[in-house]
């Protein structure tokens, strides 16, 4: 058979260059117009408009997600206040504010609610020592000043003698338990007239607590 000469080219070509050529076809093709951003540090290639496009959507999102959550804040924090004007209304302790919370503040409610107490009438009472002090008779203020006086010496030993029967229940309903501030809480309570406190009373006069 006829033998068909063989380049020596081909056989003796060198590996290396073969590789070399394979890697370079495999590497990806570059936009060679793409500039690199000032501010991108080198190396980097500039991200691509559509890249872009999506990070200022994504940051316009986080936006409006931070709208929607200040909004549903202020809705969540209007509902609260509502259901806590509720419970001041009905006495559900659920709902009611952190400084009437609790079975010892709403015994102290009780306390007070169940009971006449002079300090209540201290408004009306003052309203009409202040009418009859202004009145230019003499002897009308020297008895708008006396019922002044008997008015503040009745308050002081009632609430003195009120405090001192809460104290007492109070030790023997809730030994264990934090009683501090109760009896000023309920002594504050007994100046506001009984149709005006908060939260409303839930007991009726003489019922025991």
């Given at each position: 058979?006829?033998?068909?000469?063989?380049?020596?080219?081909?056989?003796?070509?060198?590996?290396?260059?073969?590789?070399k050529?394979?890697?370079?076809?495999?590497?990806?093709?570059?936009?060679?117009?793409?500039?690199?951003?000032?501010?991108?540090?080198?190396?980097?290639?500039?991200?691509?408009?559509?890249?872009?496009?999506?990070?200022r959507?994504?940051v316009?999102?986080?936006?409006?997600?931070?709208?929607?959550?200040?909004?549903?804040?202020?809705?969540?924090?209007?509902?609260?206040?509502?259901?806590?004007?509720?419970?001041?209304?009905?006495?559900?302790?659920?709902?009611?504010?952190?400084?009437?919370?609790?079975?010892?503040?709403?015994?102290?409610?009780?306390?007070?609610?169940?009971?006449?107490?002079?300090?209540?009438?201290f408004?009306?009472?003052?309203?009409?020592?202040?009418?009859?002090?202004?009145?230019?008779?003499?002897?009308?203020?020297?008895?708008?000043?006396?019922?002044?006086?008997?008015?503040?010496?009745?308050?002081?030993?009632?609430?003195?003698?009120?405090?001192?029967?809460?104290?007492?229940?109070?030790?023997?309903?809730?030994?264990?338990?934090?009683k501090?501030?109760?009896?000023?809480?309920?002594?504050?309570?007994?100046l506001?007239?009984?149709?005006?406190?908060?939260?409303?009373?839930?007991?009726?006069?003489?019922?025991?607590?």
């Amino acid at each position: 058979m006829p033998r068909y000469p063989v380049p020596l080219g081909f056989v003796f070509r060198s590996r290396a260059k073969e590789e070399k050529a394979a890697v370079a076809d495999k590497a990806p093709l570059t936009d060679s117009k793409q500039t690199r951003d000032p501010q991108a540090p080198k190396g980097r290639p500039t991200p691509k408009r559509s890249e872009a496009q999506s990070q200022r959507r994504s940051v316009a999102n986080t936006s409006m997600t931070r709208k929607e959550a200040a909004k549903r804040q202020r809705e969540e924090r209007r509902a609260a206040l509502d259901r806590q004007r509720q419970a001041l209304a009905t006495g559900d302790e659920r709902y009611l504010p952190a400084r009437d919370k609790g079975p010892v503040r709403k015994l102290a409610r009780d306390f007070i609610d169940s009971r006449f107490n002079i300090a209540e009438f201290f408004l009306p009472m003052a309203v009409v020592i202040l009418v009859l002090s202004m009145v230019r008779v003499p002897a009308l203020q020297t008895i708008a000043l006396l019922l002044w006086l008997v008015v503040i010496v009745l308050i002081v030993l009632d609430s003195f003698v009120t405090g001192y029967r809460l104290k007492k229940r109070l030790a023997e309903r809730f030994p264990d338990d934090n009683k501090r501030g109760a009896v000023a809480y309920a002594l504050m309570r007994s100046l506001q007239m009984r149709r005006l406190r908060l939260p409303k009373p839930q007991v009726k006069r003489g019922e025991r607590p």
